[in-house]
């Protein structure tokens, strides 16, 4: 999550001096809600972030509804305060609709990179440990003596072992057929 923060504060810190910029150079252009925007994208990116991490942790088959769910509901917040700018100052509508969609897409690309960084991570950490979870189950013999079938006639080195079966279970009909 803490990566996550720093690059969000990243991403922001780039648009507030893009923003900026613009001021500078095109004051005509500038909007006193451009930085302000970067702010409301920040802090909404951040909580949807916030709420889909957390839903995927404690239920990956909730993962779905919640990110679809929160999509949704940021669109519905997204429409209400387009409406009420655009209501409000009718002469910087264009120019404030093109920062917003501009910072929108910014802040939707970000997430949906993020996102997918998280998802590959939880499943490489739930491969991993289903990994885990198997080899744990097994004989200690299999897992730690990887050794060809013909070397099932050494089974008596091994301390663990009574008969060729406990190493390996094809051993011992290797082991019979050698005896044979």
């Not at 702010?39 to 993962?63: C, D, E, I, N, W």
Request: aromatic fraction near 12%; proline fraction near 5%.
């Amino acid at each position: 999550m803490r990566r996550y923060l720093i690059s969000i504060l990243a991403v922001s810190l780039a648009l507030v001096l893009a923003a900026f910029i613009v001021m500078w150079t095109s004051p005509q252009v500038f909007i006193i809600a451009m930085p302000l925007l970067v702010l409301y994208f920040a802090v909404l990116t951040a909580g949807q972030h916030l709420l889909v991490v957390r839903s995927m942790q404690k239920s990956p088959k909730t993962f779905v509804q919640i990110f679809l769910g929160s999509t949704i509901g940021v669109l519905f917040i997204h429409l209400i305060v387009l409406g009420l700018f655009l209501i409000s100052h009718p002469e910087q509508g264009r120019r404030f609709l093109i920062a917003f969609c501009i910072g929108y897409v910014v802040y939707l690309v970000f997430e949906t990179v993020s996102l997918v960084r998280f998802v590959d991570r939880e499943k490489k950490g739930a491969n991993l440990k289903r990994q885990q979870d198997n080899t744990a189950y097994r004989h200690p013999s299999t897992t730690a003596l990887r050794v060809p079938v013909t070397a099932g006639r050494l089974f008596h080195l091994l301390p663990f072992a009574n008969s060729p079966s406990d190493v390996h279970p094809h051993l011992s009909l290797t082991y019979r057929r050698s005896v044979l």
